[in-house]
């Protein structure tokens, strides 16, 4: 069965710096792959979705990167701020009346 | 506004009772599923929906059961064979299903144990 791992359960930043968060997964690629934000006692919400022929998406200070050959996505937020704080969770998308895939999730903190 | 709205907040269940959660949408779509979140697990799929009338199973359907007789609707029931149940319990809707449409999710459900 397809397995998905995301880095790490938790990630400590500097406020300013550059937060890289990964997905990395197993057996096939999917054809999509989604990036959420969760905050806690809420409902996730979606951030960005890039497709297997893309290698890069931005939106304003987030970009996520797709590479098949490596089975693995990099979430990335630039100048981050505690207002960042908040778990991410990826979603691999395969198309074809397949319900997502989702990843546990990484917690991030940003430290002021 | 247009969402989906999630009833109780916050549940009790006490032993061999079945509890009903509600989960509404009025943003049209025809997919509808019901995750269960519990701590370091990431999100699991009970079931879905991706039509009126019909529904699937998803990873974790043993002890709950759903309907769909409305295209806005799609309540979960947590029976009393689930023997685990609580967890944080999310809804969302897309416009499909595996046609790489986002999912909108609802503000969930503690469901605790008396």
């Known amino acids: 069965s397809q397995k998905i791992e995301q880095n790490s359960e938790a990630l400590n930043i500097q406020e300013g710096k550059t937060a890289t968060l990964t997905c990395n997964y197993t057996?096939?690629?999917?054809?999509?792959l989604q990036w959420y934000r969760q905050d806690p006692g809420r409902g996730p919400v979606f951030l960005l979705l890039?497709?297997?022929?893309?290698k890069e998406k931005r939106k304003e200070r987030l970009k996520v990167t797709f590479d098949t050959t490596l089975k693995q996505s990099l979430f990335h937020i630039t100048a981050s701020q505690p207002a960042d704080s908040a778990t991410y969770l990826c979603?691999?998308?395969?198309?074809?009346?397949?319900?997502?895939?989702f990843g546990k999730g990484t917690r991030l903190s940003v430290i002021a | 506004d247009g969402g989906i709205t999630q009833s109780p907040k916050y549940l009790f269940r006490k032993e061999g009772q079945n509890v009903t959660l509600s989960c509404e949408q009025n943003?049209?779509?025809?997919?509808m599923y019901w995750y269960r979140q519990d701590p370091g697990q990431g999100l699991r799929l009970i079931y879905y929906?991706?039509?009126?009338?019909?529904?699937q199973k998803g990873d974790i359907a043993e002890g709950y059961s759903v309907s769909r007789e409305k295209k806005e609707s799609f309540p979960l029931t947590v029976t009393s064979a689930q023997k685990n149940p609580t967890a944080f319990y999310l809804c969302?809707?897309?416009?499909?299903?595996?046609?790489?449409?986002?999912?909108?999710f609802g503000s969930g459900t503690q469901l605790s144990v008396l």
């Open positions: 979603a691999l998308d395969y198309a074809g009346n397949t319900p997502l895939v």
């Open positions: 969302a809707s897309s416009l499909g299903v595996g046609t790489n449409e986002k999912l909108f």
């Open positions: 890039i497709r297997e022929n893309e």
């Open positions: 943003l049209n779509h025809d997919a």
């Open positions: 057996n096939y690629s999917p054809a999509y």
């Open positions: 929906s991706q039509i009126v009338n019909d529904f």
